[in-house]
């Protein structure tokens, strides 16, 4: 482990590269895509993630590894799990993770791809020490054959695995009759899983096929997070369905359905429960430039948001950056790095707050309950829209992002504008 840990540190300090984020997680090196089995576990945040260590861009999926004491600052850890079965030859797709007595058991999507043809099953690895994974011998566990309707057996995927009333859960996404959906599992022993029922269906928002659910409870209010793709020519997105499941009838009953944060960049976000605690981490991509840091030499590509802690107040999910966020008490110009801020006044609705990195500026306006925020960076210029719920402003800025948080609104956004050095209000 400890030349591991060297091999590591010297990668990361190899490439010198003042785009790559500080506290927002980066592998070494590499693509990095979903959260994976997220969990406290033997005095850790565990993060597994999907990673291909071999190149900058999308490839064969393997389960990367990383833990951390504060969520802030991760130390790599060997590479959990390969594409080495013959049930996951293609890929070691996303899913989640439980902790059982000591054991530590992860659920995912083992991919096949043959001929052109995909096949996407759920199987079971489990570990007694967090970093040695052994696969279950009768894997899979769930094909679409357990579902009483007709799922695409190549769109079928990214289990959620938690525990209610002493049995095991999974929320799992399929395409039904082409479209997206939300089907729930259930287990005794975490190794044997029948289908239970249909949580999610029929809903346009839902796209033609849904991505990483995950389902949070709370005492008031369950709420099922998924990831939608829309269609050709329009941007996946991440919705919040929030409603109540009811226990008795296997039933959600849904309320409404709405964007958990509202840059398209945000992705596939997975929760994490400690002391009834919600935290949520997601994959933070450039949407328009996914190729950028791989065409531009770039020792990595993807990052991690921010993690956010959830709370449900007065009906809404409530997110919040963790660790240290720092009062700004006026209007003043000031120098500024990398890190978490907040307004302690009211946004000045006649200037801007324009935010100066090495190469380009991000500048932040309000107007009738609205933000327009307006990245200036070396790799694109871009405007966007979004409706604040309130002018005292949380913002967050690390080499290559923003993330924006106004009571249960977030915005979040890769920017390429690396080492904001100070922040000036200036007339509009």
Same mark, same amino acid.
């Given at each position: ?15 010198? /590269?003042?785009?790559?984020? @500080? ?15 997220? =969990? ?72 096949? @791809? ?25 894997? #899979? ?10 799922? %695409? ?48 269906? %029929? ?42 499941? %009811? ?7 849904? @309320? ?22 919600? =935290? ?40 919040? #950056? ?27 609705? /006649? ?6 990195? =090495? ?13 327009? =925020? ?55």
């Amino acid at each position: 482990m400890k030349a591991n840990e060297y091999l590591y540190k010297k990668i990361r300090n190899l490439d010198h /590269d003042i785009l790559r984020p @500080e506290f927002h997680f980066t592998a070494p090196y590499g693509w990095l895509n979903d959260p994976n089995g997220l =969990i406290y576990y033997q005095d850790y945040y565990q993060l597994f993630y999907q990673y291909n260590p071999y190149g900058t861009s999308w490839d064969k999926m393997h389960w990367g590894h990383a833990r951390s004491k504060d969520l802030l600052n991760w130390q790599d850890m060997p590479i959990a799990m390969k594409p080495d079965h013959d049930y996951d030859k293609s890929g070691v797709f996303s899913g989640s993770a439980i902790k059982k007595g000591t054991r530590l058991y992860v659920i995912y999507t083992g991919q096949v @791809e043959e001929n052109g043809h995909v096949v996407e099953t759920q199987c079971v690895a489990y570990t007694d020490n967090g970093i040695d994974f052994i696969k279950y011998k009768n894997n #899979p566990v769930m094909t679409v054959g357990d579902i009483p309707y007709n799922v %695409d057996e190549s769109n079928f995927r990214d289990p959620k695995v938690f525990e209610h009333n002493g049995k095991y859960y999974c929320v799992v996404a399929g395409a039904i009759d082409g479209k997206g959906t939300i089907v729930l599992f259930e287990s005794d022993d975490l190794l044997n899983w029948k289908f239970k029922t249909v949580l999610l269906k %029929d809903n346009p928002r839902l796209g033609t096929m849904t991505e990483c659910p995950d389902f949070i409870g709370f005492k008031n209010n369950d709420y099922l997070i998924f990831s939608s793709i829309l269609g050709k020519g329009k941007n996946s997105v991440v919705y919040i369905a929030k409603g109540k499941l %009811d226990w008795e009838k296997f039933q959600f009953n849904l @309320e409404k359905i709405s964007r958990l944060d509202h840059g398209d960049d945000f992705y596939a976000p997975q929760s994490l429960i400690k002391h009834d605690k919600y =935290i949520l981490i997601p994959w933070l991509r450039s949407v328009d430039h996914v190729n950028y840091l791989n065409r531009t030499g770039h020792a990595w590509n993807g990052m991690m948001g921010i993690p956010r802690k959830l709370s449900d107040e007065n009906g809404y999910l409530h997110q919040v #950056p963790v660790g240290k966020i720092i009062d700004i008490n006026a209007p003043i110009d000031q120098s500024i790095e990398n890190g978490s801020y907040k307004l302690k006044f009211d946004f000045l609705e /006649d200037k801007k707050l324009v935010l100066h990195g =090495i190469n380009g500026t991000i500048s932040i306006e309000r107007s009738n309950k609205h933000y327009l =925020i307006n990245i200036d960076g070396p790799v694109f210029k871009k405007k966007v829209a979004w409706k604040g719920k309130t002018s005292c402003l949380i913002f967050v800025i690390d080499n290559s992002t923003l993330e924006l948080f106004s009571k249960q609104n977030a915005l979040s956004m890769v920017t390429f504008i690396s080492q904001v050095y100070r922040l000036t209000w200036e007339e509009r």
